[in-house]
């Protein structure tokens, strides 16, 4: 079965700083891997996924497969950036579609 | 964008009652949903898959009769808390995709229900 771990449950920088929010993975397969984010009072929404190796809201994401991570990261974080943000993982084959999600960090930018 | 619904946002119900929550995909069609219970200050847990026109699948340990799950048209999926008691009280998800966009698109979750059983 698989597993995200993030190891951070909460998370505090001030403005400007760099931010990495840390997730190891098992998987057995190759999976895909996923970043959502939950601002204050609002649902969860897909913030950056592996594949598509983008750049959203300043945030990257690089999948690691030898160390089995997936950390996201931000040069320079804003206040806008506090949320609660999830790591999550897709396995392939017929299980495809299931996410299991990490525990979550809690992301607070200090003015 | 996509936009997923839930009603009711929140529910509080004595125990024993069942309680039914909807879950609809308001501009897309859903082939496929899913159903996440949420404790709090805990991750996002997959309770089931729910399937238009077909059976759901439930993961382990979720029991299938507790939690009765019904995908009857591709907009709408049902989920219903069976003689519910307070530990059944939590944030039940759901998520759905867009089913002509493929099977590799992004899911989009609801607001969420806040479920109190009393």
């Known amino acids: 079965a698989q597993r995200v771990t993030q190891p951070e449950k909460l998370l505090s920088v001030f403005k400007g700083a760099p931010v990495e929010l840390k997730c190891n993975y098992s998987?057995?397969?190759?999976?895909?891997l996923f970043w959502y984010v939950q601002y204050s009072r609002q649902r969860l929404q897909l913030l950056l996924r592996?594949?598509s190796r983008e750049s959203i809201k300043g945030f990257t994401a690089d999948l690691n497969k030898g160390e089995t991570s997936f950390h996201l990261k931000k040069p320079f974080a804003q206040e806008e950036d506090s949320a609660m943000y999830y790591c999550?993982?897709?396995?392939?084959?017929?299980?495809?579609?299931?996410?299991?999600f990490g525990q979550g960090t809690i992301l607070t930018v200090h003015p | 964008g996509a936009v997923v619904s839930q009603h009711p946002s929140r529910v509080i119900c004595k125990s024993g009652t069942s309680v039914k929550i909807e879950c609809r995909s308001l501009?897309?069609?859903?082939?496929?949903m899913f159903w996440y219970r949420q404790f709090p200050k805990q991750s996002l847990m997959l309770m089931a898959t729910?399937?238009?026109?077909?059976?759901?699948?439930?993961e382990q340990g979720v029991e299938k009769d507790k939690f009765l799950i019904n995908h009857a048209s591709l907009t709408l999926s049902t989920l219903t808390v069976t003689s519910a008691h307070p530990e059944d009280s939590s944030f039940y998800i759901c998520?759905?995709?867009?089913?002509?966009?493929?099977?590799?698109?992004?899911?989009?979750f609801g607001p969420g229900t806040r479920l109190t059983v009393l």
């Open positions: 592996h594949i």
């Open positions: 501009d897309f069609q859903a082939t496929t």
């Open positions: 999550a993982l897709q396995p392939g084959g017929t299980s495809y579609g299931k996410l299991t």
């Open positions: 729910s399937n238009e026109g077909s059976k759901a699948t439930y």
């Open positions: 998520s759905a995709r867009d089913s002509l966009r493929g099977p590799y698109n992004e899911q989009f």
């Open positions: 998987y057995s397969g190759s999976p895909e």
